[in-house]
């Protein structure tokens, strides 16, 4: 079950209590180290995020902690550019950063990110051990694309839709619905974007820190064999790789 959730005004009184004790402990403090995640933080209101993310959790059972403090440093650590091991490690070496992210004796543990995550962005896990699938030797010349796998799969779609389908399951779906009210409502109340302003996606390509050749899980480099297509274990098994524009190497 969803547990306690300490609001948007308790935790700027918690950031602005923490600072003023840590700098009277120590007068050298630098704080401008940090000033643009402290600044992004600050007006990072997750009130209505709990609304969105309790159908998640279950009513009964022990009580999930520190969620806000958990998104708000998913937040942080990709603001400042970290994985998430760097990161878990920079924040129990960092009083800084753990202020910022609204930790104070208490800091989650790694685990408690990826089940997080998985709360917001509900995959259908595949398989982390599967078939290796070499990219192809032929190297395709300036201007052109590999051949559609798929062909007609773009009209299959549109007439799903004309027919009144409509994809409502999307995994990604409870995290459109949380940027929507902490960012783009937000933006709108301040008069920073239009109420008619019209808004179209495309397929956007998301880096991710999994890598496509995977991990061996064979004994074949031991037997003098270094280049075999035995099945290997991935971190990120819901990762696609492609060649999008000149972004060669993201998912």
């Not at 995020?49 to 009580?63: D, L, N």
Request: charged share 30%; net charge positive.
């Amino acid at each position: 079950m969803l547990g306690y959730w300490r609001t948007h005004c308790d935790y700027q009184k918690f950031v602005f209590d923490t600072f003023s004790k840590l700098i009277a402990e120590n007068p050298d403090l630098n704080l401008r180290e940090y000033e643009t995640a402290i600044l992004k933080a600050d007006i990072l209101d997750l009130d209505p995020m709990k609304e969105i993310i309790a159908h998640t959790y279950s009513a009964t059972g022990r009580p999930s902690e520190l969620q806000p403090e958990i998104f708000r440093s998913i937040v942080i650590m990709n603001h400042l550019g970290f994985n998430l091991d760097e990161w878990h490690k920079k924040l129990r070496q960092n009083a800084v950063l753990r202020t910022i992210c609204g930790f104070s004796d208490k800091l989650s543990g790694v685990a408690s990110y990826y089940d997080f995550i998985d709360r917001i962005i509900q995959l259908d896990e595949k398989p982390r051990e599967k078939s290796f699938k070499r990219k192809p030797s032929k190297k395709l010349k300036k201007g052109e694309k590999l051949p559609n796998k798929r062909i007609g799969i773009v009209k299959k779609i549109v007439d799903k839709i004309l027919d009144g389908r409509r994809f409502e399951n999307r995994p990604e779906r409870t995290l459109q619905e949380i940027f929507a009210a902490v960012s783009v409502q937000k933006s709108i109340d301040l008069g920073l974007v239009s109420e008619t302003v019209s808004i179209s996606g495309d397929g956007t390509c998301i880096e991710t820190g999994a890598s496509s050749y995977g991990v061996k899980t064979c004994d074949c480099k031991s037997r003098g064999i270094y280049k075999c297509d035995c099945n290997r274990r991935f971190s990120d098994p819901n990762a696609t790789w492609g060649c999008p524009s000149a972004e060669i190497g993201q998912p």
